[in-house]
């Protein structure tokens, strides 16, 4: 049953309550003033749901009372007996947190239901405090998922490039605060040089993720001989993993490739990237996409392009998030990367790679909405 903590310095009182309030199924602790009100409460505070209190008791009254109780719980509903036409007393007792007051001389059934009321509001607010305490695990909990994938990203990212003896590569790598799906790497055989670039458009636990398993099919190239057959098919793979595995929203754009050192041929398949860019002398030669995103269509196919290079040639990669930051009210553009690009041409790949950060940078006011990542490779001369 429930427990009422009555408080009033009229025994007979008391003994009334007492009576009525088992009559409605309410089981009572007496209280003989404020004080002894007080110590119960700290006594008894978990088994009592409500409290009926006196207004006007010698010692401690039912302003007194109200204050000191809600110190120690706030949540319980406190019920204030004022004298008839005390509108003062009431109204004080209600700015210091009683649920209601009723004057005497009552009627049971408004004691009742005012109890009733404040036993329900102690209900809502402890249920309030604890889905209050569940959101704060849940978010702490996400907080530490969304740590975890970006530490998980970080150390997939390549710390530095190696060297190669007939290139020179740079690269530029800023995450945003999101976790977000950059990832590029190169590396090379004998023969091959084999380098990807791709974004996963989601964020958090799923992008990296998807990141992590993109790469796996990329790193491949590492022990397959390739052909253009090889390239297809891991570009297949993937992206009927994405189509099967991942919900509609997420995708992934990719640019990946090999160059036979040998012949000087750089073969490449391009799913739904952004163009990239050979530089040549005093031209931009583009790389368009040759195929659809990856994790759209399961049908889709892939085109592999084929180009003869030349020594000195530049090639420059890069993912959306440089030509998306924005720029007062619009992005910056494909448009205004290719100029940056076009303004630095003749600069070696590693200051050609920071200058076109850099005023991405400066144009951006450093504000990215997504990660960036800038790949350059050169052929030496």
Not at 190 to 216: E, W
């Amino acid at each position: 049953m429930p427990l009422v903590l009555v408080i009033d310095d009229d025994p007979s009182i008391l003994d009334n309550l007492e009576f009525n309030l088992k009559l409605y199924g309410y089981s009572v602790i007496k209280a003989t003033n404020g004080s002894e009100g007080v110590d119960v409460f700290k006594r008894h505070r978990q088994e009592i749901d409500a409290i009926v209190t006196d207004m006007k008791m010698p010692g401690l009254s039912g302003l007194d009372v109200i204050k000191n109780i809600l110190t120690i719980d706030p949540d319980v509903g406190i019920i204030v007996f004022t004298g008839h036409g005390d509108t003062e007393n009431a109204v004080a007792a209600m700015r210091e947190g009683a649920v209601n007051y009723i004057q005497k001389p009552f009627r049971m059934e408004d004691l009742i239901l005012s109890i009733e009321n404040a036993m329900e509001k102690r209900k809502i607010l402890k249920e309030n405090k604890q889905l209050q305490n569940n959101l704060l695990k849940k978010t702490r909990y996400l907080e530490e998922l969304h740590d975890s994938a970006q530490r998980i990203l970080i150390n997939y990212i390549p710390k530095k490039l190696p060297e190669f003896s007939m290139f020179d590569t740079a690269c530029v790598y800023r995450n945003c605060e999101k976790v977000g799906g950059d990832m590029y790497d190169v590396f090379e055989t004998d023969r091959h040089l084999f380098f990807f670039i791709f974004d996963v458009c989601s964020h958090g636990i799923l992008a990296a993720v998807n990141t992590v398993i993109i790469k796996a099919h990329f790193c491949a190239f590492k022990y397959y001989p390739p052909n253009e057959s090889n390239i297809k098919t891991i570009f297949n793979d993937i992206n009927l993993e994405l189509c099967k595995n991942t919900p509609s929203s997420v995708f992934a754009t990719a640019f990946a490739g090999y160059i036979d050192k040998q012949l000087k041929h750089l073969y490449y398949i391009s799913a739904g990237h952004i163009d990239q860019y050979i530089i040549r002398n005093d031209c931009l030669i583009t790389l368009p996409s040759t195929g659809t995103v990856l994790g759209f269509f399961e049908n889709a196919s892939y085109e592999i392009k084929c180009h003869h290079l030349q020594h000195g040639d530049k090639i420059m990669l890069f993912t959306d998030g440089i030509t998306d930051a924005r720029c007062d009210d619009s992005v910056i553009g494909i448009g205004a990367v290719k100029n940056i690009i076009e303004k630095n041409k003749e600069e070696p790949v590693k200051r050609l790679v920071n200058s076109l950060y850099r005023e991405v940078t400066t144009l951006s006011a450093g504000s990215f909405d997504d990660d960036i990542t800038i790949l350059g490779l050169e052929i030496k001369k």
